[in-house]
């Protein structure tokens, strides 16, 4: 009934047509370092960036930044730091006392430093948020100019869910003061490679 | 109350209207070094515009475009009329589920609806997990910011009312431990909830999917944890395809808050395995606004609260002044769609000087829809009578170059000699805070003559 009623209203009320602006990528080309404007942006929204040229220092790395963290979990072949296993059957409240987080990111955007996950990449949708600390191993080459070229880039995905995440949680709620950690994860940093 | 008679109310600790019209000024300056880094920004604004007018002309058919896609995901759509249909909506899916705990992320549709009180009368809890929002919740506020809910609040009132209700010790408003107690207390509610409820930011007719964006990563921890997902949209969230998202979300955060992008912009476009998905699509008056020839483009606004930032009317009377849902310059357009005369005062409540069509991230002409009310307003709701003979007054005069002649003469000769008691008393509002300028010896067409003899 209301389904009817507001199409009907909207078809009575509605302008004239109007079509779709043509969209010329051309005019958000920049000539850019990808890492560097990258790196500075998600610096700038209180992210952190580990550069690394070795696949097999990675553990290293993450250890030497993260030596508290007790429940871990991989979702990454390329880390062996895995304290705890997860799988599409583990109840996300469990994972309330996760320490760290280790996914691997699929994009990243150059213009704000935000970087792609999908529920493919960590699985439990909770866990990149849930997570006290977060860690994302990201490709140099996976980085990307800007908003439209990400979204061209992850186009073909299969839909479920997924986002662009830029740094760790936070709000400047309290009189403007910026407070990093809010209600996801308090930090993140991105092991570019 | 008038919003004029309200501001005076906001007015009266001095020192906090300087600190949140500074606050806000702050913000806006954030958002323009934000939008100059940007190459191309104007045509983002341009073609996010140009998008938004495609919508509207075709937003029936984009809605069950929409709808098909959603389904076809296993999301179930609901359809509402109107807020209290779309309260009603809502209590059933939590019924069904014999869902008691709630939690909530930021969304202006549901505090239009009044969803809150509604629930609660009918025995659920519902928390807002927005920090800003959970503030004004405890304080049994209204945000007084569509982005920065708690504007409004010193550090040191969160302070006493975390001692209220969260037990935190004095810490004269530290921000660090006043947030890290809101999450913890916060991540206990995420964890006991049975269903979250999230506005939409963006619906994308192509894919059925939604976008819900914030910093706190509230929306996800609730709707992650929790069995049921409901998100609340109003009719006109929608885009026609996801590569728009990326004009959109370019324009969004750089205006509201001088960030490149959000923390988080989720995109859901399937429940996960054994949990479920409800999408509400409401109108309450949208389909009204979108008759309106002046006024429709108004429907394209994406809620970044640029205006409201900007605008020197807002900064310095408070978000509450306005008694409304949306506050600010574009509240002003919509709050009288719905009732015209309750918000009989509001597009009165801007110099028209144009900011916040400037800065509006879809180009809005809001300062001239502003303008637009005003013609409807003195004709269809009754002025005071004050302003009425002024006005009139003033048109006579205006129209007579020899009673202009005459009366510029008076008024430089009264400015001069009268004391100031007279001159600033209780009919000359402008002298309540300020001074009435010096008066030279000519006017400028005394001035002018003498110069070409």
Not at chain 2, 36 to 52: C, D, F, M, Q, Y
Not at chain 2, 316 to 327: D, L, N
Request: with cysteine.
């Amino acid at each position: 009934m209301s389904r009817e009623s507001i199409l009907s209203a909207i078809k009575k009320n509605k302008p004239e047509q109007v079509s779709l602006p043509e969209i010329d990528l051309g005019i958000f080309h920049e000539d850019v370092d990808l890492v560097e404007t990258f790196s500075k942006n998600l610096e700038s929204v209180g992210g952190r960036i580990v550069s690394f040229n070795r696949i097999e220092d990675l553990d290293a790395e993450i250890k030497k930044r993260y030596p508290n963290a007790k429940h871990i979990v991989s979702c990454s072949s390329e880390s062996n730091l895995a304290t705890m296993s997860i799988s599409n059957e583990t109840e996300p409240h469990s994972l309330e006392c996760i320490d760290l987080v280790i996914i691997d990111a699929q994009v990243g955007v150059s213009e704000n430093g935000a970087v792609w996950i999908s529920d493919n990449d960590f699985i439990v949708r909770v866990l990149p948020f849930i997570t006290n600390d977060l860690v994302l191993i990201l490709s140099k080459k996976d980085i990307c100019l800007h908003m439209h070229e990400a979204y061209n880039i992850i186009s073909k995905r299969y839909r479920t869910f997924g986002l662009f995440l830029s740094g760790p949680s936070k709000t400047a709620d309290i009189e403007q003061c910026l407070v990093i950690g809010a209600q996801g994860a308090v930090s993140l940093t991105v092991f570019l490679i | 109350m008038s919003h004029a008679k309200e501001a005076e109310l906001f007015n009266n600790d001095e020192a906090k209207v300087n600190w949140h019209d500074q606050a806000l000024w702050f913000v806006r300056n954030k958002r323009d070094k934000a939008a100059h880094t940007v190459k191309g920004w104007e045509e983002l604004r341009n073609l996010a515009s140009a998008i938004k007018a495609n919508v509207l002309s075709n937003l029936d058919e984009y809605l069950v475009e929409f709808e098909e896609n959603a389904q076809k995901n296993g999301i179930h759509i609901h359809w509402a009329t109107d807020a209290e249909e779309h309260n009603k909506i809502v209590h059933n899916i939590l019924l069904k589920n014999n869902a008691k705990k709630v939690v909530k992320s930021k969304s202006m549709l549901t505090e239009e609806c009044h969803l809150n009180p509604y629930l609660e009368v009918n025995g659920i809890e519902v928390i807002d997990t927005d920090l800003g929002e959970r503030i004004v919740q405890l304080a049994k506020e209204p945000p007084s910011h569509i982005v920065l809910p708690a504007i409004h609040k010193t550090k040191e009132e969160v302070d006493v009312l975390f001692q209220k209700h969260l037990g935190t010790i004095p810490s004269e408003g530290n921000p660090q431990y006043l947030t890290s107690e809101a999450r913890k207390h916060l991540r206990n509610k995420f964890l006991k909830a049975d269903a979250a409820i999230t506005g939409v930011n963006f619906a994308v007719a192509e894919t059925g999917g939604i976008v819900v964006c914030t910093n706190e990563g509230n929306a996800d921890m609730g709707v992650h944890l929790a069995k049921i997902h409901i998100a609340s949209m109003g009719i006109e969230k929608i885009i026609p395809k996801e590569k728009h998202l990326g004009i959109f979300l370019r324009l969004l955060a750089r205006s509201a808050t001088g960030q490149p992008i959000t923390t988080y912009s989720s995109h859901f476009n399937k429940p996960s395995e054994g949990k479920e998905m409800h999408i509400i699509i409401v109108d309450n008056g949208r389909t009204e606004q979108l008759g309106r020839e002046h006024f429709r483009s108004s429907l394209n606004c994406i809620r970044c609260g640029a205006c409201m930032n900007t605008c020197p009317i807002y900064r310095r009377s408070g978000g509450h002044s306005y008694k409304a849902t949306i506050p600010g310059p574009i509240g002003s357009i919509l709050s009288p769609g719905t009732d015209l005369k309750k918000h009989s005062s509001l597009p009165f409540a801007s110099t028209l000087c144009g900011s916040c069509s400037d800065v509006c991230p879809v180009k809005i002409n809001i300062h001239e829809q502003l303008y637009q009310w005003r013609q409807i307003i003195t004709k269809d709701v009754k002025q005071p009578i004050v302003k009425k003979t002024v006005l009139k007054m003033t048109g006579r005069v205006l129209g007579n170059s020899k009673l202009y002649g005459f009366f510029g003469k008076s008024a430089r000769f009264m400015l001069k000699h009268l004391p100031k008691s007279v001159i600033n008393s209780q009919t000359n509002t402008w002298g309540k805070a300020r001074d009435l300028p010096k008066v030279e010896n000519d006017n400028f067409e005394d001035w002018y003559k003498k110069r070409k003899s």
